[in-house]
């Protein structure tokens, strides 16, 4: 059962797409990384990428988050997305049907405080991402870019980057990265 941890919404259950088009975010690993950066979501704005069932995004949003951005490319995934946020009764999640990296290019010239990214594990699309976020600048001097990947090993975590935490749980990994200043 997916559902939404804490915040305005915590304790509410959330639809999730067919497993074959998403991979849902373990409980366990959505309260780490909330648990890891809950003093700083009020007020900020969220970039949640891949977002699949939106649960990420919903969860920042519930706890305090100013704007969300959900950026997925499956009709699919899109629909749930915004059936979970009319469900909620959520105004200030955004969601966008795009490819992320495409997505990514159009936003240059913006700032986000936090940029979650969760893509498929079998397409390792990480690298590319994590090459244009870093390329446009697009976060914020003190903010954040959290990975969810199964295979660290193979992250290109550029120097400008630096990681602060690296955490496992179970067959997933939670690499929180800032910028190096």
Request: glycine share 6%.
């Amino acid at each position: 059962m997916l559902r939404v941890i804490g915040g305005l919404h915590g304790g509410r259950k959330l639809k999730q797409p067919d497993l074959n088009i998403t991979r849902p975010t373990t409980d366990r690993a959505k309260e780490a990384v909330f648990s890891m950066i809950q003093f700083k979501v009020s007020k900020s704005i969220f970039l949640d990428l891949y977002s699949g069932s939106g649960s990420i995004g919903i969860e920042a949003s519930s706890r305090g988050a100013m704007k969300v951005i959900s950026v997925e490319e499956n009709s699919e995934a899109i629909k749930i997305i915004k059936e979970n946020i009319e469900t909620l009764k959520i105004n200030n999640i955004s969601v966008v049907k795009s490819r992320v990296n495409e997505f990514l290019k159009r936003m240059s010239g913006t700032k986000f405080d936090f940029i979650y990214m969760d893509p498929p594990y079998q397409k390792n699309q990480y690298n590319e991402t994590i090459k244009i976020i870093k390329n446009l600048n697009l976060l914020k001097e003190q903010g954040l870019l959290i990975i969810e990947t199964s295979r660290p090993e193979e992250l290109e975590i550029p120097e400008s980057f630096v990681v602060q935490k690296n955490k496992k749980y179970g067959k997933t990994s939670i690499i929180v990265i800032g910028n190096n200043i």
